[in-house]
């Protein structure tokens, strides 16, 4: 790391948070370090603003998130949305019509929550209920009746469409049928989930955006990822560290790859920028 880092972009789920969703005081010590030395932490994650962890926030050390895959750039402090990039809104409302005749269960995200039917939130509380997945998801979600009558009485589209499958199988054949629409970006994530979103729309596309914004130079930046969601941010920072529990192929991309989520792998790095 020849170029000093003054612009961190982190992911958040199995990278700056533990498997159980908390942060452990190493890490937060060494944010609130980092911050102090002068570099612009940014989470860079899936979820949606309002599912960033509190104690996160609490840290004092983010002017900036980049969330629901890079779909919105949110000045933190004013509340400011700086990039929005949804799906058109009839393209949202044809996937969700499509899902809907397929019985597929999903979560479609605007303006910083997620929405999703009351039977699958019912499912969530009944799987996560008293542990800090339970947490994020009660913060960020909203149940309602029917995602797609939600959404079509927006003016805009989702921002992201995130669909579960019962298997692999079924998610792929899914894939494959909405490719062929050269307006979308497919992530297939784990075994059975699919992140859909509009094509212009990445963490990396969005972390450049920021970079542009705020005048930060490429060579200047790092970022920490740990799944196929974080390639975009490989192309776009400067320097790339994947986890220690990251898939080798992300690893191996990498400029170098860190300790695990479950040690403190992103503090170990960021103490020696």
Do not use: H
Not at 184 to 197: H, S
């Amino acid at each position: 790391m020849k170029s000093r880092i003054r612009l961190a972009g982190i992911d958040l789920d199995g990278t700056l948070l533990r498997s159980d969703k908390t942060i452990s005081p190493a890490t937060a010590e060494a944010l609130k370090s980092a911050a102090a030395r002068g570099i612009i932490l940014v989470p860079v994650t899936g979820r949606p603003l309002s599912g960033i962890p509190r104690a996160l926030l609490r840290l004092g050390v983010f002017d900036y998130a980049i969330t629901t895959n890079g779909a919105a750039v949110t000045e933190l402090k004013s509340g400011k949305t700086l990039l929005s990039r949804p799906l058109p809104r009839e393209k949202s409302l044809s996937i969700m019509r499509l899902l809907d005749e397929r019985g597929v269960e999903y979560e479609a995200f605007a303006e910083g929550r997620g929405y999703l039917s009351r039977e699958l939130f019912a499912a969530y509380a009944k799987s996560y209920a008293g542990t800090p997945i339970w947490e994020y998801l009660e913060a960020s979600r909203t149940a309602v009746s029917s995602v797609r009558r939600e959404f079509e009485g927006r003016a805009a589209g989702a921002d992201e469409i995130f669909a579960r499958l019962e298997n692999g199988a079924r998610r792929d054949m899914l894939a494959r049928e909405l490719e062929g629409d050269c307006g979308l970006k497919l992530c297939l994530l784990e075994k059975n989930f699919l992140e859909i979103t509009d094509r212009k729309t990445d963490k990396g596309a969005a972390f450049e955006f920021l970079c542009g914004k705020l005048g930060i130079k490429k060579e200047n930046t790092a970022a920490f990822g740990d799944n196929s969601n974080d390639l975009p941010l490989l192309k776009a920072a400067g320097t790339f560290i994947a986890m220690g529990n990251a898939p080798q192929e992300l690893k191996n991309a990498a400029a170098c790859a860190a300790d695990t989520n479950d040690n403190d792998g992103v503090a170990k790095i960021l103490n020696k920028f």
